[in-house]
């Protein structure tokens, strides 16, 4: 049995932070994101048409509450329901008022199931009248996001079998990219190895290399931690920019990345497991470099 559904995108990454305000701020202001709605649990932004592609939640610790993809069309989510029922994933409506608050369509989700990974799918989400600004940076899109896990092979092989990514390309033993198949884009999902369950980091990609240095400059002014970069990834040629957030949480800017055609695509690769695999410039995070972010627990 095999996935019988498509994905349109990775459309969303719901993040608990400590200090909602603090940051908020720190995602208009330093990332460059638009808000568009802020409660007081709950800020929604976005950095493109959507109403939004991150959501903030008031939470005690910081860490990763769900990522939401895109199916192509409601009946693609009607067919990812019974698949995910039929394969013991223990899928759940969620409810009509939820659904609403988040102006997105029809919507359900579920964990996987070694891990805990809180994953969400939906069809449609409200469109804004008015364009992205882009202010700071000339964000194109929510590119991916990459979580880590003690037993990486497992949950790789899970999300292939089990959920219908594809593999594009991994660094032996370190780390996999995914794409949600037929999305185009090198990887949507990646899984990394790590000592705990957790968020990676979250990817922003922008739309010129001139974005990369600008942001460069504006976090070193602003005082914001950089942990790796400026970079290039091997995998998928993308140039990068990585710094934390107020809680610690990893955040990226890149700029650049493969694509894939839905058939006739190239086979995934193997890379060795060393630095060169990861930054074609030869640069090494930091310590504090994805460190932070632990999945939200079931209820």
Known sequence: ?????????????ALNVTDLARTLAFYTDIVGLD????TEAQAALRCGPDHHNILLNRAP???????????????DLERAFGYL?????????????????????????????????????FAGMEQMADPFEARLARIARLGHVVVSTPDMPAMRDCLIRD??????????????????????FHHSLGIARADENRLH????????????????????????????????HPPSGSIFLYFLDPDGMTVEYSFGMEEFAE?????????????????????????DFAKVGRFEAAA
């Open 1 to 13: 049995m095999s996935a019988d559904y498509r994905y349109s995108r990775l459309g969303y990454v």
């Open 85 to 121: 029922e039929r394969c013991g994933y223990g899928p759940a409506w969620v409810d009509a008022e939820e659904t609403a608050a988040l102006r997105q369509g029809r919507s359900l989700r579920f964990r996987h199931p070694g891990t805990g990974l809180p994953l969400e799918y």
């Open 61 to 75: 610790e910081p860490g990763l509450k769900r990522i939401g993809f895109e199916l192509e069309s409601g009946d």
């Open 263 to 287: 058939t006739g695509a190239r086979a995934p690769r193997t890379l060795p497991p060393v630095p060169e695999s990861l930054d074609f410039w030869g640069g090494l995070p930091s310590l």
């Open 201 to 232: 980091h979250v990817n922003f990609m922008v739309t010129d290399v001139d974005d990369i240095g600008k942001a460069l400059n504006r976090l070193k002014k602003n005082g914001v931690e950089i942990v790796y970069g400026p970079g290039r």
């Open 163 to 184: 959920l219908g990514f594809l593999l594009s390309d991994e660094v032996d033993g370190l780390v996999s990219f995914l794409r949600c198949f037929p999305n185009r």
């Open 35 to 38: 808000t568009t709605e802020v």
